[in-house]
């Protein structure tokens, strides 16, 4: 098993002299006065409260990728810590599941006020842990503050035991009743380290369960740092245990005493932690990747449409699992469109502070700048055109590389069907809404698309026939993703299950149904033959289906 995204799994980078910045480059956002750097921010004592309760004896680091310093010293676990890290959940989870269920969604909404009054700590480590832009950490912020509120006020609805018509009505009172599965794996990625690591752990915890997670070493600090505001919030202590190790040494640990398994990622690892858990049979969520595709009808407005498409594609660099990576737009409007969305990227401003007023921030490693580097370099020398960026940035950051847009994209250009996982979109140009969903169903992930359109039914419909687990109609992606009363995941190669809403509690839950039957059995009674029996039955069937009795 490889590490938890492995279409862009961190690694140091190494701090080089800054590079003289480019005449007709993004603009750099300038540092404010008296910035705080990584020193101010990960002191040893700090490290050490937030590593308190990590399992492992072993040591290894993490690093920033604004600069590749070091952030912190880490404890290291082994596939032994794990079990006794899975030892320690068990034991706390059985107790944990005895608390009424709203004195565990209370624990929840503490969290969340938590996490909004100290967002300023957590902004900073978020940013130094993966690079990103600061309103872009807060995205963060407010999408663990949505989920720790709907699943602090929902859960009770959620999880309440439900009625259900039996097969004998008023004789026969069923139940059904929602028992915690015990303790769940977590395999969580580097790129959106507060969201995917506690927004998924929130529900889980509130359906009585216990949670062990693996988080990427290189931004293990912000997931523990959540864990320590949950804690204070009302969780016990040992309910969240945490792991930090390579993927490949300590994932099939977790994948192998797990009661359920939660993971976010690559598509290739996501297969490998399928098999795990299915040679187990228990089960499995999985986010995966994705070739997200946005599609600019033409009635759109198109200013409207370019602000989308730079929100869309480069938000944290590009590193999002529901970022687009295609743009197809109508013909009629791609002129304009690509003037005006061109002009805007190439105002992007980069920087690397821990403050507001950067529009995008650093790849987080050596692996994805590679990667960018390869599918643009490659792109280019095959005859696809250079509209905005293309270029590392070495004067920024070590790991810095512009907001690029391609033209004139085609296959087998490793950029058309590969998911870059970074700053980079393909422009390509369509004639009717028919053409355009084919174009943008023509590959086998299927995570999230984007619809712009001044006629609201337009794009509802058009949405409708999509092959993706959310689309967004005139917004890129926080619209679907933000709105977590409606499930949210992938369809094909992008995943399995759905987070937010009914199900992304219940999958942590295992159903049981209590069926009670009254005054006489399912059998044959009160002296009837078996014949007897057998009318009784039909014409019974015969009534139920007459009264419309579901």
């Not at 507060?194 to 931004?219: C, I, R, W, Y």
């Not at 943008?440 to 995570?447: E, F, K, Q, V």
């Not at 190669?493 to 999958?507: A, C, F, N, T, V």
Request: glycine share 10%; net charge neutral.
């Amino acid at each position: 098993m490889t590490d938890s995204q492995d279409t862009g799994t961190s690694s140091s980078a190494t701090a080089e002299a800054p590079a003289a910045p480019p005449a007709d480059g993004n603009p750099v956002a300038p540092a404010p006065a008296g910035a705080r750097t990584a020193a101010d921010v990960v002191t040893p004592e700090v490290a050490a409260r937030l590593t308190r309760g990590v399992v492992g004896a072993g040591r290894t680091a993490n690093h920033t990728p604004f600069t590749g310093e070091k952030l912190a010293d880490l404890p290291e676990s082994t596939p032994e810590d794990v079990a006794t890290a899975f030892e320690r959940a068990r034991a706390a989870q059985a107790r944990w599941a005895e608390v009424p269920v709203r004195q565990r969604a209370a624990v929840l909404l503490r969290f969340h006020d938590l996490v909004l009054r100290r967002q300023a700590e957590v902004l900073d480590l978020i940013q130094l842990e993966t690079g990103k832009a600061r309103l872009h950490a807060h995205e963060e912020v407010q999408a663990v503050a949505v989920a720790a509120r709907h699943y602090g006020r929902k859960a009770p609805a959620y999880l309440r035991p439900k009625g259900h018509t039996g097969v004998v009505p008023t004789l026969t009172k069923v139940t059904e009743i929602r028992h915690p599965r015990g303790v769940v794996g977590q395999i969580a990625p580097w790129n959106y380290p507060l969201e995917l690591s506690v927004g998924d752990a929130l529900p889980a915890f509130v359906a009585g369960n216990a949670v062990v997670m693996k988080p990427d070493t290189e931004t293990a600090l912000t997931a523990l740092w959540a864990r320590e505001q949950l804690i204070e919030a009302g969780l016990p202590e040992d309910v969240w245990q945490v792991v930090i190790g390579e993927g490949p040494v300590i994932g099939p640990a977790v994948v192998e005493h797990a009661d359920y398994v939660s993971f976010t990622g690559s598509t290739r690892t996501g297969r490998e932690v399928a098999q795990g858990a299915a040679a187990r049979l228990v089960g499995v969520s999985l986010e995966l990747g994705g070739k997200n595709a946005m599609l600019v009808l033409h009635d759109a407005d198109v200013e409207k449409a370019a602000a989308g498409a730079v929100r869309g594609c480069f938000s944290s660099a590009g590193q999002l699992c529901i970022s687009i990576e295609r743009l197809y737009v109508h013909e009629s409007v791609a002129d304009d469109f690509l003037a005006r969305f061109a002009a805007r990227t190439k105002a992007m401003r980069l920087g690397n502070s821990l403050a507001y007023g950067a529009d995008m921030g650093s790849l987080v490693g050596e692996r994805q700048l590679e990667t960018v580097t390869r599918h643009v370099e490659e792109a280019v020398a095959k005859g696809a055109e250079l509209v905005a960026g293309g270029r590392h940035r070495p004067d920024i950051g070590p790991l810095f590389y512009e907001p690029t847009i391609l033209d004139g994209v085609q296959a087998p250009m490793a950029v058309c069907g590969e998911e870059t996982f970074g700053p980079v979109v393909s422009v390509y140009r369509f004639s009717d809404e028919d053409e355009a969903v084919a174009l943008a169903n023509a590959t086998p992930y299927g995570l999230n698309s984007s619809v712009w359109t001044k006629d609201g039914r337009r794009g509802r419909a058009v949405a409708a026939r999509l092959r993706t687990g959310t689309v967004n109609v005139n917004e890129s992606y926080a619209a679907g993703y933000g709105s977590v009363q409606s499930p949210m995941g992938g369809m094909g190669d992008s995943g399995l299950g759905r987070r937010h809403g009914s199900e992304g509690i219940l999958k942590y839950t295992e159903a049981q149904t209590v069926a009670h039957q009254r005054v006489m059995p399912l059998a044959p009674s009160f002296g009837m033959t078996d014949e007897k029996y057998a009318r009784f039955m039909t014409r019974s069937l015969q009534a139920m289906k007459a009264f419309r009795l579901r």
